[in-house]
């Protein structure tokens, strides 16, 4: 079974600080998917990054940069000189195929990340 | 603009009055989804759809049923609706369902409140 495990329910930090959220996961296909999705307060999903599990670069957009590190099934979202505007809540999705057809998001439970002046 | 829309966007209703929850998407995308929302418990698959009449159970299907008559919609049916299905509910869609590889295009959501 496919899981997302986010630890951190909820991180407060100050302007200007840097912030990384945790995402680790488990499953037993080869072959998955990684997403990072953004929910701000008004309620959308923001799609962030996918990173495929056979590409194990780290990538920075801008303030943003993920780290995926396969050997401790981890991927990592770091956010650098935090704003007010990141405030808002990150899930972190695995994806993968269902026997018969199909493609799953299994979600993790979310980081809530306030920032605050 | 590609995008997938949700109607209604908010919705308060009663225990066992039976409504729907309508999905369209304008991307010609084979895949569609609806997923629920709860906190602490992240956002759950209820069902999903390969393509137009091929539809299939996620991980939480009890109290929902769906249809997939058109390619475009897909919409989400509450025959009975009861207060444990007091949720944000979330549509997708991708370009189809046979790679873990598709983005999914997620719609605004919709609250619905059963008192």
């Known amino acids: 079974a496919q899981k997302v495990t986010q630890a951190q329910t909820e991180i407060s930090v100050v302007e200007k600080e840097d912030v990384t959220l945790d995402c680790v996961y488990e499953?037993?296909?080869?072959?998955?998917?990684l997403f990072w999705y953004k929910q701000p307060p008004s309620g959308e999903l923001v799609f962030l990054i996918r990173?495929?599990?056979?590409?194990?670069q780290n990538e920075i957009s801008g303030r943003y940069s993920w780290n995926f590190q396969k050997s401790t099934s981890s991927f990592n979202f770091t956010i650098t000189a935090s704003q007010v505007v990141d405030s808002a809540v990150y899930f972190c999705?695995?994806?993968?195929?269902?026997?018969?057809?199909?493609?799953?998001?299994?979600f993790g439970t979310g980081t809530q990340l306030k920032v605050e002046l | 603009e590609a995008q997938v829309t949700q109607n209604p966007r908010y919705l308060i209703t009663v225990t066992g009055k039976k409504l729907t929850v309508t999905c369209s998407q304008n991307?010609?995308?084979?895949?569609m989804s609806w997923y629920r929302q709860d906190p602490g418990l992240g956002l759950r698959q209820i069902y999903y759809?390969?393509?137009?009449?091929?539809?299939d159970k996620g991980d939480v299907p009890e109290g929902y049923k769906v249809s997939r008559k058109e390619k475009r919609n897909f919409p989400l049916i509450l025959e009975s609706p009861s207060p444990n299905q007091t949720s944000l509910y979330f549509c997708?869609?991708?370009?189809?369902?046979?790679?873990?590889?598709?983005?999914?295009?997620f719609g605004p959501g919709t609250r619905l409140t059963v008192l």
């Open positions: 991307m010609n995308h084979e895949y």
């Open positions: 499953t037993r296909d080869t072959t998955y998917y």
């Open positions: 759809s390969m393509n137009v009449e091929v539809t």
């Open positions: 990173r495929n599990s056979f590409d194990e």
């Open positions: 999705a695995l994806s993968t195929l269902i026997t018969g057809g199909g493609n799953k998001l299994t």
């Open positions: 997708a869609s991708s370009f189809s369902g046979t790679s873990s590889y598709n983005e999914q295009f």
